[in-house]
């Protein structure tokens, strides 16, 4: 079988007396297509915090690739491949679509440091910048300032940048809230399509989305991981119905006969 | 040969210290309408600039009158860096360089163009330093400002007092920005001196002489002396009765009773009404006197030069009393008077009860 | 000892009233309004020329004090304030550091450079001495006055901003006006209140610090870094962080000028800034949950 | 192809630049007898550039930036008077030492708030002034220090009374500077700094070590502000306790912030807009001289930095310039 | 029975872009509009125009018999509008309590039912009473909008004015907001309109509905019609669902 990328044992992390990540022991493997779901504030967004080193956990430990990087800085855990994206837009407002592309593929190749060239001197980077804009309809507005363009827009760039920093392990916090519904589909499907070797853990409340792209799940619930498994399993299983799924088949019937019967 | 003849005034008009800017300012017009404003055929013009105490704006100016508005004499400058910064260019511009205001000892030494008709620190300091242990005060604090002058009066009042007999146990030395005096007063008063000497910029003194009194300093005994700049005539009158009794060594006091200074402080307050002429008035007025006179004596011949050597030695009655400038060191040297604060038709003011005849600026005897 | 603590109590209390409007305006409104040592300049010139020239008592000065900078406050934040709430803060800065400027050159075109000096009176110029020796406690009477009024001040303060609607109705507004009047907050007459408030606040600092640290225009620059210092060391979040904030300061000048006056000038910046490397956020910064 | 020009448009040189470069370098000469204030504007606008670097490009504001301007006047001025007099050597010590202290001192706004960042910054200012007071043997002391006696420029040009050799020495440091901070700001290390003023959370997560990033713009601004603090005591030939003052770096703030922040010519623009005014102004009337720069602040905020500049868009609404 | 909102000609944009034209509607009390649109076409921003943060060009509101239109904003709150905007816009340095309590007002006279209290929304969401010191941003993206919900509905309103509640939010407490939206609706005569992505759960639970394109009007009418009506469904949103 495939190897884990990406493993978080036993984490916890708590906010005072609050306690949002509490043992949460999770394994990403290579090329995984992996859906963390659960119920509001169960801690989601909190895990990929610790994960990407924004947080640092009260106790546990991350181990990427086998190496543990429980205490590096955010920045370096980028480095070694593991990228996320953001549940609110976390974007360069007065750069420039292109030039955020630019900047960040121009650091993953390597010249972050260069201060004498211009920006975009390179082949490589407009080349892989071209591309970029071209997968997420950016080009038509990549010469636009950030702040003036369209929420479906910026959640896009939002995700372009993620696949600037060549991830080879890809955490999506809500990629697709507030995209066009006529476009989400179509953003997972790139996302799904990445190179088999990337790994992808995602975070969303649009089951339909989840469950065609998911090929294995995770349920958290109060900061600790309720199960795991394949969508199969998860979507008939009676304790996730309980506390997230719900019934939604059933609610427009009764929903329906309480309001017109 | 133009026919005029420019006089760039050099002061801080704004900031904190815009107080003496103002004082030279006025002291300086009135002399010109006093005296008319032409001399030996020329029409004196006065340039005003303001250099906000920041010295290399001061150099600036300086440089710039020079250059382009051809000056033929520098005046006023308000802190000692400033004089000093603009000293350099004095010698290499051959311009003579008349410090109204500025008392570090050291400026004259600065270029051989610097002629000053204010005072020196030196000056004022030791003359207390004598009168003091005569009075019974045998064990002084000093407190100073920290910076030149400040320097320069403790340790000529110090080494005097010192010589005399008297005892120093502490020297204070505040920040200049230091807007609260309490802990240092507390301090001497923990040490229990007979007096407390001051030397803070003019405009600190009515805050020193408040906290003084508000810590009841003068009821456990302790008096305060102090050079001029404490009981500055500019706003001795709000210091309140407090004020009352303290005593101050100074070249000059808007009570000096002298006919020519009664005519000087009355055309003052005419023209400036509110405004009460003080040392810094007295030095600008002076210093347009030792340009007026230089200019007349020279005719305007010898440039530079010439004008310099007409300032050096003259000697005259000012309304401070007598002055001379010493040929050799280009210094004021004056009387130095002791004066204690009392009231005067119903105002407060430095009455003079003991004078020290023609005081030569001790900083320049080594 | 005991004295020296009290002093530097009393001019701790001191620099907490001049800058605890700059935390309201600051720290709540998030305006930075650098014109505040203007307003409490203006507010030391109503004292003085009230007492100087029409001989009103000077404990009727303060209120007055209070009020005349409040109205003022009140009417350039209606004309002039109003349309900067949205603009970047260096702006805000130009804006208010212009302001200063002329108002600086205004006290000074009408009143004068030279220093205001005022008159207390008797009641409030004595001293009272308790105890002996080492443990001797000397007070002023107008630093205990001081002390006095700030206390008063900060309990009441305090307790409008956190215990009524009042204090997170003002937050509110400021964290998103269009959503907090959708609310149904009247976003408008908070913001006038608050600023009018804060800037009386600075007049009464004026009126009351115009005795201990002297009054000129300069006045309205001269300070702004302490009141900066005491906002930034106490976190803007709070009325009791400023407070503190300025108490230690103000102990600390004190005592450290009474003994080691060789180093006065470096105590408070370095306590400041190791303070503040410590805690980036201010002492006090509001934490939310327990 | 597209992109590519795209992104290196706003490096490139405008033809409008060549000469008004060659202008101002040209303006000792045109403008004789203005020399003096051309080299100070050319100083001043150096200094701005420098905050520029930080506040404008990458979002820290500082109070303190006088610190720098100080230690190389001082630095520069002490290595005419002690070590040799050579204009040159002098200035690349200044910019040595200030390179040092920034350094050293970028430590201290890693953290924190804009407030705290600019009281930090605005203490540890204090701090070195403080330590200049104190250490009066080496600078003098509150008297300044004195005696500084340059060597003439390249072995050749003697800095004369009008200020013309100082006026094209400062133009062109300045010039080289901004080519170089040009450079800068256009490269992908520049688009970090961006990146970092923007939203350095993000800027973290993409891989970017916003610290080391920080600490080197702030050392390199350093080393330019020491640059233009060199370059003042040089040309005056002496240096005073008032290059560390509080109002140094509050002043270069309000005139960077007059031209614009996050444009390079915005300190350049500023520095000649002020301190013509002020020198405009302060000769008309020098004692309210700064009622007047008020007002012209107050107005330029209220009006709108671009419709001052485009009096005919006054009247019509909808362009305020606010981006609420 | 009389009309509680009645609009007329309603046109209101941004500065000088007109976003909406000439829009028309009206609900009785204790009704629910289902407001259902494409992406960009003006729901926001009619929702924002009621709720007066919009440059309104022309036209009227009436809310209950009292004009609405020249009323300011805060004013509106006191009239008995109720919003909940669409990014949430949670008060980020007031704690949960403090955002409900900052808006609170007391129920208008003659309201049947008991009013709405903070307490009241805890017992609503008790996720949220288990925050409630929490400062605004310390929250989870769910619980900022179980929070202006409550913020909406302390205010005691007669006309609760919803933009996209659910997104965001799990799926069972979509299924349990929707409920209780219902529930309040039916049981306290409140009014709401209520903007949704996912038309089919949100004709459920409504009254009538309402179709905006490009801000002007294309449908108004039974929900329920709405609802059996797939085709015509499909071609007013272009979304097959
Ligand atoms: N900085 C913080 N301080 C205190 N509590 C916090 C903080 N950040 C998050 N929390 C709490 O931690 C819990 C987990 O939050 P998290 O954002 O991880 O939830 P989530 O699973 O992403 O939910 P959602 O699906 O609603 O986004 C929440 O209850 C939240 O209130
Ligand atoms: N602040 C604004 N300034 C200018 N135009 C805006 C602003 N907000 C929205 N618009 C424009 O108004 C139009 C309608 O936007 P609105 O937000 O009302 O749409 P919506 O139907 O709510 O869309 P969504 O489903 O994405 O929430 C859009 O074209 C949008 O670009
Ligand atoms: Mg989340
Ligand atoms: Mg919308």
């Known amino acids: ?261 | 040969q133009s026919n005029t003849f420019k006089i760039g005034l050099i002061l801080p008009m704004t900031g904190q210290q815009a107080s003496t800017g103002r004082q030279i300012e006025a002291a300086a017009k009135l002399y010109m309408a006093q005296n008319g404003d032409t001399v030996a055929g020329k029409k004196v013009e006065l340039i005003v600039k303001d250099d906000t105490s920041v010295p290399d704006v001061t150099k600036r100016l300086a440089q710039e009158l020079i250059v382009n508005n051809k000056v033929n004499v520098l005046a006023g400058f308000g802190i000692t860096p400033s004089a000093l910064a603009t000293a350099p260019l004095a010698t290499q511009s051959k311009t003579p360089l008349v410090v109204m205001a500025a008392a570090t000892s050291s400026i004259t030494e600065a270029s051989p163009y610097v002629v000053r008709t204010s005072f020196t620190l030196p000056q004022a300091s030791v003359a207390l330093g004598d009168w003091a242990p005569k009075n019974g005060i045998k064990k002084v604090v000093t407190l100073v400002s920290d910076y030149g002058p400040g320097i320069d009066a403790e340790k000529y009042f110090k080494e005097r007092f010192i010589f005399n007999g008297g005892q120093v146990p502490e020297s204070l030395r505040v920040p200049l920005r230091g807007p609260d005096f309490a802990p240092f007063l507390q301090k001497v008063r923990d040490l229990k001196p007979d007096a407390l000497f001051v030397f803070v910029p003019s405009g600190a003194g009515a805050a020193v002489m408040k906290q003084f009194l508000e810590r009841g300093m003068d009821k456990a005994g302790i008096k305060l002396i102090g050079t001029g700049d404490l009981t500055d005539d500019d706003q001795l009158n709000d210091m309140g009765d407090g004020a009352l009794g303290v005593v101050t060594s100074h070249h000059y006091s808007a009570a000096h009773p002298s006919p020519l200074n009664q005519k000087f402080v009355d055309a003052f307050k005419k023209a400036n009404p509110g405004l009460r002429p003080n040392f810094m008035a007295v030095g600008g007025y002076d210093g347009m006197r030792v340009i007026y006179e230089a200019l007349k004596t020279s005719k305007g011949q010898g440039g530079g030069d010439g004008l310099l050597a007409a300032m050096k030695g003259q000697i005259f009655e000012s309304p401070r009393g007598p002055m001379f400038i010493d040929a050799q060191t280009r210094d004021v040297v004056q009387n130095i008077y002791l004066r204690k604060v009392e009231k005067k038709d119903g105002q407060l003011y430095n009455i003079e009860f003991d004078v020290i005849k023609d005081v030569k600026d001790p900083g320049k005897a080594k | 000892m005991l004295t020296i603590l009290f002093d530097g109590i009393a001019y701790g209390m001191l620099l907490f009233i001049l800058s605890v409007g700059l935390a309201v305006t600051m720290g709540l409104m998030n305006f930075i309004n650098l014109a505040h040592g203007a307003f409490a300049m203006v507010g030391g010139y109503i004292t003085v020329l009230l007492m100087q020239k029409m001989g009103v008592p000077f404990l009727l000065c303060l209120p007055l004090a209070f009020i005349g900078s409040a109205l003022l406050g009140g009417v350039l934040e209606r004309t002039l304030y109003r349309p900067l709430y949205h603009k970047p803060h260096l702006d805000q800065v130009l804006f208010s550091i212009g302001l200063t400027f002329m108002a600086v050159a205004c006290a000074d075109y009408f009143i004068g450079s030279s220093q205001q000096i005022v008159q207390l009176p008797e009641w409030l110029k004595g001293r009272t001495e308790i105890g002996e020796g080492a443990l001797m406690l000397g007070m002023g009477h107008y630093r205990v006055f001081i002390i006095v009024v700030c206390a008063a001040l900060t309990v009441g303060l305090q307790y409008v901003l956190t215990k009524t609607r009042f204090g997170s109705q003002l937050r509110a507004s400021v964290d998103d006006q269009r959503v907090a009047a959708g609310m149904g907050i009247n976003v408008n007459m908070i913001f006038l209140g608050t600023f009018a408030v804060g800037s009386g606040l600075a007049g009464l600092g004026g009126a009351l610090g115009a005795e201990v640290l002297g009054l000129e225009p300069t006045f309205a620059l001269k300070y702004m870094t302490y009141f900066l210092i005491v906002v930034a060391v106490g976190g803007t979040s709070s009325i009791t962080g400023p407070l503190l904030a300025a108490l230690l300061l103000g102990i600390a000048d004190v005592a450290g000028k009474y003994y080691i006056p060789k180093l006065g000038g470096f105590i408070v910046y370095s306590l400041m800034i190791l303070i503040l490397i410590w805690r980036p956020q201010g002492l006090f910064v509001r934490k939310g949950g327990k | 192809m597209g992109t590519q020009k795209l992104l290196q448009n706003q490096g490139r040189w405008k033809l409008w630049e060549i000469p008004l470069w060659l202008l101002a370098l040209a303006s000792p000469l045109l403008l004789g007898s203005h020399a003096l204030i051309i080299n100070e504007i050319a100083i001043v606008a150096l200094f701005a550039l420098s905050l520029d670097l930080i506040l404008g490009f990458t979002g820290i504001v500082s109070l303190g930036h006088a610190a720098f301007f100080g230690m190389g006047a001082y630095s520069a001025a002490l290595f005419a008077k002690l070590v040799m007099p050579d204009p040159l050597l002098g200035l690349a010590f200044g910019i040595l030492t200030a390179t040092l202290l920034g350094a050293l001192c970028s430590a201290t706004i890693l953290r924190g708030t804009d407030l705290t960042r600019l009281m930090v910054t605005m203490g540890v200012g204090l701090i070195l002034m403080e330590l200049a007071n104190k250490l009066d043997w080496l600078t003098g002391g509150a008297d300044g220090l004195q005696g500084v006696v340059m060597g003439p420029l390249l072995g050749q040009f003697e800095f004369d009374l009008y200020g013309r050799t100082s006026a094209w020495y400062s133009l062109t440091v300045l010039l080289l500077v901004f080519a170089l901070a040009r450079r800068l700001v256009n490269s992908p290390f520049g688009a970090t700094l961006k990146a970092i003023r923007d939203n350095r959370l993000r800027t973290m997560a993409i891989g970017i070590p916003v610290n080391s990033r920080l600490a080197l713009i702030y050392t390199v601004a350093a080393a330019v502000a020491g640059t233009a603090g060199a370059l003042m005591a040089q040309t005056t030939g002496f240096a005073s306790l008032d290059l560390f003052e509080f109002h140094r770096s509050a002043d270069v703030m309000l005139i960077l912030v007059v031209g614009g922040v996050g444009w390079l010519y915005g300190g350049i623009t500023g520095a000649i807009v002020f301190k013509l005014m002020q020198d405009a102004l302060s000769s008309i009337t020098p004692q309210y001289w700064t009622f007047w720069i008020g007002l012209f602040l107050v107005v330029l905020v209220l009006v709108g930095r671009d419709r001052l500049i485009r009096p005919w868009r006054w009247f019509k609404p909808g362009h305020s310039g606010s981006q609420s | 029975m009389a009309e509680l909102l009645n609009v007329q000609g309603l046109s209101a944009g941004y500065g000088e872009a007109v976003v909406l034209h000439e829009v028309s509607l009206s609900i009785d009390p204790g009704q629910t509009l289902a407001l259902l649109g494409r992406n960009g076409t003006g729901k926001t921003t009619l929702i924002n125009t009621l709720a007066g943060a919009t440059q309104q060009h022309a036209g009227s509101i009436l809310l209950g018999g009292q004009v609405l239109h020249k009323l300011p904003s805060h004013e509106r709150a006191a009239a008995g509008i109720g919003w909940v905007p669409q990014e949430r816009n949670i008060f980020k340095s007031l704690t949960v309590h403090e955002n409900l309590t900052a808006v609170a007002r007391p129920a208008r006279a003659g309201r049947a039912s008991s009013p709405w209290t903070p307490a009241r929304v805890y017992e609503l969401f008790p996720r949220l009473a288990e925050r409630k010191s929490n400062l605004g941003t310390q929250l989870s993206g769910g619980e900022q909008q179980m929070l202006a919900l409550g913020r909406a509905l302390v205010l005691n309103p007669t006309l609760l004015l919803l933009d996209e509640p659910c997104e965001g939010l799990a799926p069972i407490i979509v299924q349990e907001l929707l409920r209780a939206i219902r529930r309040i609706t039916r049981e306290e005569g409140l009014s709401a309109i209520i903007v949704e992505q996912h038309p089919q759960a949100i004709l459920a639970i409504s009254d009538t509905a309402a179709v905006l394109d490009h801000g002007t009007v294309v449908y108004a009418g039974s929900a329920r019609s709405l609802q059996e009506q797939p085709a015509l469904l499909d071609k007013l949103l272009g979304v097959a669902r």
């Not at chain 1, 309809?137 to 636009?144: A, R």
């Not at chain 1, 929420?151 to 760039?157: C, D, F, N, P, W």
């Open chain 1, 1 to 261: 079988m495939s190897t884990t990328v990406l493993s978080a044992k036993d984490l916890v992390m708590k906010f005072g007396g609050i306690t949002a990540t509490n043992h949460v022991t999770l394994d990403l493997k290579q090329g995984a297509r992996h859906a963390l779901i659960g119920p509001n504030g169960a801690g989601k967004t909190t895990l990929i915090n610790l994960l990407t080193g924004v947080l640092q956990p009260t106790s546990g430990s991350i181990t990427l690739e086998g190496q543990d990087i429980t205490q590096l800085a955010p920045y370096q855990r980028v480095r070694r491949g593991m990228v996320r994206t953001f549940q609110i837009n976390q974007l360069f407002d007065s750069l420039t679509p292109l030039e955020t592309l630019a900047m960040t593929v121009s650091q993953h190749q390597g010249l972050g440091n260069k201060w004498w060239q211009a920006l975009g001197a390179k082949k490589g980077v407009t080349e892989r910048c071209e591309q970029l804009l071209e997968q997420f309809h950016l080009t038509s507005v990549m010469d636009q300032q950030t702040k003036v363009l369209a929420y479906g827009k910026r959640r896009l760039l939002e995700i372009a940048i993620a696949l600037a920093c060549k991830p080879r392990v890809l955490l999506l916090d809500e990629p697709v809230a507030g995209v066009p519904a006529g476009e989400r589909e179509e953003l997972l499907q790139t996302v799904a399509a990445l190179p088999t070797d990337v790994s992808v853990l995602l975070i969303e409340h649009d089951m339909d989305l989840v469950f065609s792209f998911a090929k294995r799940m995770t349920v958290l619930v109060n900061g600790t991981v309720l199960t795991e498994g394949d969508p199969d399993t998860i979507a008939n299983d009676p304790q996730v119905k309980a506390v997230y799924l719900g019934h939604g088949d059933e609610l427009n019937d009764t929903l329906g006969a309480a309001t017109h019967g």
